[in-house]
Every structure is written in structure tokens, then in C-alpha cells.
């Protein structure tokens, strides 16, 4: 780095293959930011906007407690004071004096020039000018302990790195507001609940985690992401008309450049790892809807009503609002697939992968069993034994089943031809077994709640 930067506090590195790592090297202080410090972020960011091999930035703290303080404290009081002890942040007397205050009391935080992505892996307490840096980058990831707050509005100190700006951008003004009026502390939980923080991971991961997804960014063709995001982030808040001419300045400039013709021909020769044969599908849930469609395409659906593909989209509904994952949903879409749609294994082992192919065939009754009862009993010991995603997704077909049930019967149908009562029998004795081993209690108590309202419809007046 230049040699205007302290190595000591303030390194840049390389991390991977077109990632720049930025660390304030300060854990002693919570990484505030000094005259040292800042003047060191001033070059670390001018090498990184500068160098064309640097196409993504990581910025964190050192050790495990701050990702940044904010402005050190001790070098503010040193603007007031007669005879300071630390240099100051820089001379109260002229605010013009370059380069801090012009450009950011603490680093160029008011530079809005760089249109390469940055990252925040936010290890700790983010606050005041910290926040303020942590708002700085495009994607923050925070570990689980992480904190944030404009916690300077106890000291009387303003937010002078963009705080202002940056932060209602992002949250909403309501939210900013109540933040930096109030100083108040938030955890990373809330701070992704109203969009600060885009991504949670366990304590002491943050940083590998920027690391690894700024990898797959830096792998990406690089000019088309960067005037995207230039047309973002400057286009922003303008009026609709004005943003789409920035946009249309943007892509402009973009259609002179080799590489918008390179990427098309790399389209069509199928030369991207999502594009080659067997590459994982860029959604699981969208690919296992595609393969049920076509597998389910003109089969009649259970008791008469509508298509039988309308059972499994209403059974992955159920298990992605109880907290299934892609794969539980991709197994919900194709649940029925192998039994009644003649849809193999190893078909579906290539459209969504091995781990869904084993959780569908876990699904499955076994049809080289011939007695009902038996291939019953052996189907829901498989279920039981299996993982959570096995009795999720059963959870969610049994919730779906009895649905449909009531809904014909509502429509006037014979409880009798449709076996109402045996059904019925059957569901409860499956989901005490399926529940007794650890089911998601919120769905189990969904479904019991379904077939009290199956018995109350059946009973006689």
C-alpha cells in the first residue's frame, strides 16, 4: 500500500483473486479512527479505486469486540486543547483544510466515485463513525454479536461521514430518524430486520464469509456490475425520468465496451458454469416446480378437483411458510413424483441434485411392498427416522391433504366415498408418530387443528 498509510493500524492486503482486504488495526480502541487512521483510509481507498485488479473491497476491524468506534475521541478533544497531548483530527480553524474535512473526517467517507462493490464484514460494535463506514459499503454481513448506533449523541458529536445521508438510503427514513435521534443500540437481528445488516453469520465468520462472497463478485465480468451499480446508487432518490436517464448514460457507456458483445456469445456457447450440463439450478424450488409441472401435466387432481399439481404447489406453499429450506420446497414440489407421476430417481437427481433426489425417495411409499397397510407403516417409519426436512415436508402434505379434504367436502361431497373417517384414522396415528419424534410443533399443531376441523365437519348434527 502507499506509503502514506501506517501499516500498523490500518492494512490492505490481498484476500483472494481480485479482492482488497481493509482492516483498522486498532482492537486496543475499538478501531477508532485517528489522524493516522484516516489518512491511511484515504489511500487504501484511492489504491483499491484505482488499481484495476482490485475489483471488490472488504473493509472490517481487528480482533472480535468493534468493526469501528467511529472518530477517536481523544484526537477530537485535541482540536480544543491548548497544547494537545495527540495530534488533532485535523485544525477546527480551517474546515477547508484538505484532505479530511473536505473529503471526510475520518477517511474519504464522502467520496460517492467508487463503482466497485464493498463489503462490510461487521465484527463487533459498529458505531458513530463506524456505522457511518459500516453504511459506506454496499453489503454489509455482521456477525451474530454485532451491534450498531449513532452512539456519538451522547458526546455532542455530529454525524459528519455521511451518516446523515447514508444511513435513511438504506433503512428508510422513519427508522434513521429514530436511530440517530435517540443514540439507541441495535443487534444484528434488528438491524436486518429493517435492512441495515443483509446477512447474519455465526460470531467470528463475517470476515470469511465477505471474503468468499466478494470472490464470487471479483469472478464476475466486471464492467456491466459496475455501471449497474453506478446507476444505482447515483439514480437513486432522483425523479424517475432523471434516474432513468443516468441509467440510460450508464448502459451507454456500457455498449461500447468488448465485453457486452464477449458475454452474449459466451451465453449462447453455454460457457459459464450455470450455463454448462448438470450445473445447479440458480433457483431449487423453481427447477422442481418446472420438473412436478411436467411430470403432474394433465393428471386429474385428488378428489375430482382441479389439477393434480395444484396438491404439491399447495404442500411446498405450506412447507416454505413453516421454515423450509430450497431443498425441503424442491422435495414439497415433487413430493408425489416417483408414486404417482412414474418420475425417477435419477431424473430428479439431475434436474435438483442428489439431495433432493434422497429426501423425495424418503417421501416415497414403497410400491414393491404390496400390502397397503404395510407399505403404510414402513413409508411412515422412513419418515420418522429421516431428518427434519422429511417430517417437515410430510407435515406440510398431510396440512395440504386435509385442506383439499374440507374443501370438497364443503363442496358437497359424500364423506363415505371420499373415506373420510379412515382417513382420518390414518392421519392422526401418523402424526402422533411423526410428531413424537420431533416435528416442527408449530405445523404439527397446524395439522391436529385441520383434523379436529375434518371431525367436526364429518360429525353428525
Known sequence: ????????????????????????????????????????????????????????????????????????????????????????????????????????????????????????????????GGLEWACFAHIRIADQHASFGVTCRRWNVGLGDGGTQRLPRLVGLG????????????????????????????????????????????????????????????????????????????????????????????????????????????????????LAERAHRGQA??????????????????????????VAVAAAYLHDAIEHAGVTRAEIDAACGAEVGALVEALTKDDAIEDRIARRTEHRSRVVAGDRRARLVWLADRQAGIEAHLEALAAGADPEELGTATRMDQWRAGLDAVAAAGAEPGLAASVRAALDRLAAAVRPA
Open 1 to 128: 500500500m502507499s506509503a502514506d498509510g501506517p501499516p500498523e493500524t490500518v492494512r490492505y492486503e490481498t484476500a483472494a483473486p481480485g479482492v482488497r482486504l481493509l482492516t483498522i488495526d486498532r482492537a486496543a480502541r475499538m478501531n477508532a479512527i485517528g489522524p493516522a487512521e484516516a489518512r491511511g483510509l484515504f489511500a487504501a481507498l484511492a489504491e483499491f479505486r484505482e488499481d484495476d485488479g482490485a475489483h471488490v473491497l472488504v473493509m472490517t476491524g481487528a480482533g472480535t469486540e468493534s468493526f469501528c468506534a467511529g472518530a477517536d475521541l481523544a484526537a477530537v478533544a485535541a482540536m480544543f486543547a491548548a497544547e494537545p497531548a495527540t495530534e488533532p483530527l485535523f485544525d477546527p480553524a480551517d474546515p477547508a483544510a484538505a484532505p479530511i474535512p473536505a473529503e471526510g473526517n475520518i477517511g474519504p467517507t464522502r467520496w460517492a466515485g467508487i463503482h466497485k462493490p464493498i463489503i462490510a464484514a461487521v465484527n463487533g460494535a459498529a458505531y458513530a
Open 175 to 290: 427508522p434513521a430518524l429514530e436511530l440517530i435521534i435517540t443514540g439507541r443500540v441495535i443487534g444484528a437481528e434488528e438491524a436486518a430486520r429493517i435492512g441495515l445488516v443483509n446477512e447474519i453469520v455465526p460470531s467470528g465468520t463475517c470476515r470469511e464469509r465477505a471474503v468468499a462472497l466478494a470472490a464470487e463478485v471479483a469472478a464476475l465480468p466486471q464492467p456491466a456490475l459496475r455501471t449497474d451499480l453506478e446507476a444505482a446508487v447515483g439514480g437513486f432518490g432522483l425523479p424517475l425520468a432523471e434516474g432513468l436517464a443516468h441509467e440510460a448514460d450508464c448502459f451507454n457507456r456500457l455498449l461500447g465496451q468488448p465485453e457486452l458483445a464477449a458475454g452474449a456469445r459466451r451465453f449462447l456457447d453455454r460457457d459459464h458454469p450455470d450455463r454448462a450440463a448438470g450445473a445447479a439450478p440458480l433457483h431449487l424450488p423453481g427447477r422442481a416446480f418446472a
Open 301 to 326: 387432481g385428488k378428489y375430482g378437483r382441479g389439477a393434480f399439481i395444484d396438491h404439491p404447489a399447495r404442500v411446498a406453499r405450506i412447507a416454505a411458510a413453516a421454515g423450509g429450506d430450497d
